[in-house]
């Protein structure tokens, strides 16, 4: 068990405060030190100022292990303040900072602050938007088991050349550049990365590569991005890389599909990634169109498994099917595509073009996006079969916490967002049936387009756009580990069913099959059995409908 600190920081009450429907139902109330609060909740000194766009240049030094960076961050001021909170966690230092004045750059006196932070005397008064530009540098934390723990990535290819990356999901951006490391909070004009490397190497980065300068032995790639997008995805990729790609026509037009790998992986390459059109198809059919059409799709194969970093999602499974050869399923259905391509692909939609605010939330990222396994699954290969694939999946839930974490100071909550996620979607699916579903899918995506958000939001909206009032039932599979229990009784040609091991309230309808197989749907109470006449199959184990999630108890 992990055993948690007391917070005397005022901050730290004001991200307790958000906490209680997320420790709703027995969730034990938890504390936590002021550097976590810093870190997590937006407190006056990160809310006077909106980023509207970061230009980052980093050299990296591979033998030593140091990075040398450059960060401007342009801002606009949206309230009062005095100080300004920027995020550099340990082993990095700021060198210097300059807040631009007209056509001058004043020097801006900063201290180090609890944590990781950085405060900056930078009043909002008598400005309207400014550029901050700071020079830092430093030994960057390594990350020990990429992309699970992140930081800078130092490796070598098979051939002995340097490769680097980063993965800082969860970990933050601000482990390799300055910022304002909270999710709530992208870069409204996009940004740029540019990344100055030896000349025997190749750097890759999100969006379009827009400069490419060699001078002696050096040279400096400079890419952009010109949507909002997330901190952690702005990303480096520095290796001995090729090219190819290919024009997908999507919803949108002509999609560019840009791929980056190894020059020895490029045959793999060019046969593994077919399946990034199939992708693109399916998905486009259930979400609606890719999101970032200005900035292509990339692959760029990297020196670990994968993440979704937008417009250049990072590609590490060894150009097979399943994720790392292997269907998480059991079943068979997992083999059939590449999990990375398939499963990191799908954050385009969900969490990086619709972005929860707060980490907390990050089932609407991880549940959305597991459950696009199955959509593509279901899309290629048949409804049965995206069925089963995600019922193979379901043992591994574990039902440890909530899915849902406390609020204001950047944790996540349980695993569970993975697969107990996509098995509420699914239930969900069966409740509102395939095309409404699809359209509130697709719904999400235009409503909260490059937008972020709350699960709040997205609870409401699939309510609203279902007409159902689904809250009862988010919050018993968010915010409890409480599997619902239907126990049922069938008695002289009756059935009679009662919801147990539920939340006050909880009213989720299900699904049952009758001797001819006809589908009749009933809607349980939890404080008395609802009762329908019925003849039910002489095998009761084709009763229940295996899709919805819950569990079974006959009454005798």
Same mark, same amino acid.
């Given at each position: 068990? %992990?055993?948690?600190?007391?917070?005397?920081?005022?901050?730290?009450?004001?991200?307790?405060?958000?906490?209680?429907?997320?420790?709703?139902?027995?969730?034990?109330?938890?504390?936590?030190?002021?550097?976590?609060?810093?870190?997590?909740?937006?407190?006056?000194?990160?809310?006077?100022?909106?980023?509207? #766009?970061?230009?980052?240049?980093?050299?990296?030094?591979?033998? @030593?292990?140091?990075?040398?960076?450059?960060?401007?961050?342009?801002?606009?001021?949206?309230?009062?303040?005095?100080?300004?909170?920027?995020?550099?966690? +340990?082993?990095?230092? /700021?060198?210097?900072?300059?807040?631009?004045?007209?056509?001058?750059?004043?020097?801006?006196?900063?201290?180090?602050?609890?944590?990781?932070?950085?405060?900056?005397?930078?009043?909002?008064?008598?400005?309207?938007?400014?550029?901050?530009?700071?020079?830092?540098?430093?030994?960057?934390?390594?990350?020990?088991?990429?992309?699970?723990?992140?930081?800078?990535?130092?490796?070598?290819?098979?051939? &002995?050349?340097?490769?680097?990356?980063?993965?800082?999901?969860?970990?933050? @951006?601000?482990?390799?550049?300055?910022?304002?490391?909270?999710?709530?909070?992208?870069?409204?004009?996009?940004? +740029?990365?540019?990344?100055?490397?030896?000349?025997?190497?190749?750097?890759?980065?999100?969006? #379009?590569?827009?400069?490419?300068?060699?001078? %002696?032995?050096?040279?400096?790639?400079?890419?952009?991005?010109?949507?909002?997008?997330?901190?952690?995805? /702005?990303?480096?990729? =520095?290796?001995?890389?090729?090219?190819?790609?290919?024009?997908?026509?999507?919803?949108?037009?002509?999609?560019?599909?840009?791929?980056?790998?190894?020059?020895?992986?490029?045959?793999?390459?060019?046969?593994?990634?077919?399946?990034?059109?199939?992708?693109?198809?399916?998905?486009?059919?259930?979400?609606?169109?890719?999101?970032?059409?200005?900035? +292509?799709?990339?692959?760029?194969?990297?020196?670990?498994?994968?993440?979704?970093?937008?417009?250049?999602?990072?590609? &590490?499974?060894?150009?097979?099917? &399943?994720?790392?050869?292997?269907?998480?399923?059991?079943?068979?259905?997992?083999?059939?595509?590449?999990?990375? =391509?398939?499963?990191?692909?799908?954050?385009?939609?969900?969490?990086?073009?619709?972005?929860?605010?707060? *980490?907390?939330?990050?089932?609407?990222?991880?549940?959305?996006?597991?459950?696009?396994?199955?959509?593509?699954?279901?899309?290629?290969?048949?409804?049965?079969?995206?069925?089963?694939?995600?019922?193979?999946?379901?043992?591994? =839930?574990?039902?440890?916490?909530?899915?849902?974490?406390?609020?204001?100071?950047?944790?996540?909550?349980?695993?569970?967002?993975?697969? %107990?996620?996509?098995?509420?979607?699914?239930?969900?699916?069966? *409740?509102?049936?395939?095309?409404?579903?699809?359209?509130?899918? #697709?719904?999400?995506?235009?409503?909260?387009?490059?937008?972020?958000?709350?699960?709040?939001?997205?609870?409401?909206?699939?309510?609203?756009?279902?007409? /159902?009032?689904?809250? %009862?039932?988010?919050?018993?599979?968010? #915010?409890?580990?409480? *599997?619902?229990?239907?126990?049922?009784?069938?008695?002289? &040609?009756?059935?009679?069913?009662?919801?147990?091991?539920?939340?006050?309230?909880?009213?989720?309808?299900?699904?049952?099959?009758?001797? @001819?197989?006809?589908?009749?749907?009933?809607?349980?109470?939890?404080?008395?059995?609802?009762?329908?006449?019925?003849?039910?199959?002489?095998?009761?184990?084709?009763?229940?409908?295996?899709?919805?999630?819950?569990?079974?108890?006959?009454?005798?």
């Amino acid at each position: 068990m %992990k055993f948690l600190r007391i917070v005397f920081s005022i901050l730290a009450i004001a991200g307790t405060l958000h906490t209680a429907k997320a420790q709703l139902l027995g969730s034990k109330a938890t504390t936590y030190t002021r550097a976590d609060t810093l870190r997590g909740t937006l407190n006056a000194n990160r809310t006077w100022w909106d980023v509207l #766009r970061y230009n980052i240049h980093v050299t990296p030094d591979f033998t @030593a292990k140091t990075i040398v960076g450059e960060t401007v961050i342009g801002f606009k001021v949206v309230g009062e303040g005095q100080k300004m909170q920027i995020d550099l966690q +340990s082993g990095l230092e /700021i060198d210097s900072v300059f807040l631009k004045s007209g056509n001058k750059k004043l020097l801006v006196p900063f201290v180090k602050d609890a944590g990781n932070t950085w405060l900056l005397t930078v009043s909002s008064v008598g400005i309207m938007r400014s550029e901050l530009t700071i020079k830092y540098h430093g030994k960057p934390r390594e990350a020990v088991r990429p992309p699970w723990d992140g930081g800078w990535v130092w490796k070598k290819d098979v051939k &002995g050349r340097p490769w680097m990356s980063v993965a800082c999901q969860g970990t933050g @951006a601000s482990v390799w550049y300055p910022c304002k490391d909270h999710q709530s909070d992208e870069p409204d004009n996009g940004a +740029s990365l540019s990344m100055t490397v030896s000349d025997t190497l190749v750097a890759v980065a999100n969006g #379009r590569l827009i400069s490419q300068t060699k001078e %002696k032995n050096l040279a400096t790639y400079t890419w952009e991005v010109k949507n909002p997008i997330n901190n952690y995805t /702005i990303i480096p990729y =520095i290796g001995k890389y090729v090219h190819f790609g290919e024009a997908y026509m999507g919803e949108k037009g002509k999609l560019d599909c840009d791929y980056w790998v190894l020059d020895y992986n490029f045959d793999k390459a060019k046969e593994q990634f077919k399946q990034v059109p199939k992708m693109l198809k399916a998905f486009e059919y259930w979400f609606g169109p890719y999101p970032f059409y200005e900035d +292509s799709y990339k692959l760029v194969e990297s020196p670990y498994l994968g993440m979704e970093h937008q417009s250049a999602v990072a590609y &590490g499974n060894g150009y097979q099917n &399943g994720y790392l050869g292997r269907d998480r399923s059991g079943t068979g259905e997992g083999l059939k595509w590449d999990y990375i =391509i398939i499963h990191e692909s799908g954050h385009e939609w969900f969490a990086n073009n619709v972005t929860t605010k707060d *980490i907390a939330d990050m089932w609407v990222h991880e549940g959305f996006t597991c459950y696009s396994e199955t959509l593509f699954t279901d899309y290629w290969f048949g409804k049965e079969a995206g069925n089963k694939y995600l019922q193979g999946l379901r043992p591994g =839930i574990r039902n440890d916490k909530p899915i849902i974490g406390p609020y204001g100071i950047n944790e996540e909550g349980s695993g569970d967002m993975y697969i %107990k996620g996509a098995t509420l979607l699914h239930t969900i699916r069966q *409740i509102v049936g395939d095309e409404k579903f699809r359209q509130i899918l #697709r719904g999400l995506n235009q409503t909260f387009y490059h937008k972020t958000v709350t699960t709040d939001q997205v609870e409401a909206y699939i309510s609203k756009q279902a007409t /159902i009032n689904f809250s %009862k039932v988010f919050d018993q599979f968010l #915010r409890t580990t409480q *599997i619902p229990v239907l126990e049922w009784k069938y008695e002289k &040609g009756t059935l009679y069913t009662k919801w147990t091991n539920c939340i006050a309230g909880f009213d989720m309808e299900v699904r049952f099959a009758d001797v @001819a197989g006809n589908l009749i749907t009933i809607k349980p109470s939890t404080v008395r059995n609802i009762s329908i006449e019925i003849e039910l199959p002489a095998d009761k184990s084709k009763l229940w409908d295996k899709n919805f999630y819950l569990e079974y108890k006959e009454v005798k």
